[in-house]
């Protein structure tokens, strides 16, 4: 039996994104997408919540330091926040950043950074768009 | 560990006065509903279990005036399996599931991973 111990830290950043597919027709994307459709796209102010598990170190009584958790966040939003993620953002170059697409992109890249800790592993990115609207993402 | 140490992996929380929050506890209970109360649990129950609990830690320096610090880090991580193990004798099965906020932006969670019926 396993006791489940999981620590999570909240982000806020701001974004901006379009909602538009290259292959599809203007009216089909207006049709899909509606105002997010908009040829100069529209912005958020997203709030990212990042879950880890692991076990508690005896020495330090952390699952993960927040300070370096906060890095890894605050690192790897460098390329997220305050910019156009369909114009700034590589990552969006050939998916439309839906929320859903940047729970996944985010995940990949927190996974790169916490790959090099043992001690813990991520599981759970949830990616909040609105306070209405939210995206859980995880990887068995 | 030394000075230096504690500083580097600690940074602000090592700060030799200390440092406050304000914590919040959840918790999640899980069970039938009984046919006669039409609850889960007696909410006055909870909170005459969970009180205590509270009252203990509440206000409290607690790496000096709770003594199961002196040899643990009082992480969020430890004070809530603290809590944990302090309420589950008496809710037993019911209790699936702890959470502690730290702050607005970070909190900790705790569970059985065979006693709790959600996915993530």
Known sequence: ?140 | MSDEENFEIFDTCSNPNGHGHDYAIQVKLNGEIDPESGMIYSLQDLDNIMNPVIEELDHKRLDIEISYFENEQPTGENIAKYIWNKIKPSLNSKLIHLKLSETSRSYFECYEEDNYPYER
């Open chain 1, 1 to 140: 039996m396993g006791f489940k111990k999981l620590l999570t830290k909240k982000m806020e950043f701001s974004a901006s994104h379009r909602y538009w597919n290259e292959g599809w027709s203007e009216e089909k994307n207006i049709s899909v997408f509606g105002k997010s459709a908009g040829p100069h796209g529209h912005g958020h102010n997203y709030n990212l919540e990042v879950t880890v598990e692991g076990e508690v170190d005896a020495e330090t009584g952390m699952i993960i330091n927040l300070y370096e958790l906060k890095s890894v966040m605050s690192e790897v939003l460098l390329d997220f926040d305050h910019k156009h993620l369909n114009e700034d953002n590589p990552h969006f170059k050939d998916i439309v950043p839906t929320t859903e697409n940047i729970a996944r992109v985010l995940w990949d890249l927190l996974e790169e950074k916490l790959v090099d800790n043992p001690k813990c592993s991520l599981y759970r990115v949830r990616l909040y768009e609105t306070q209405d609207l939210y995206v859980d993402y995880w990887r068995k």
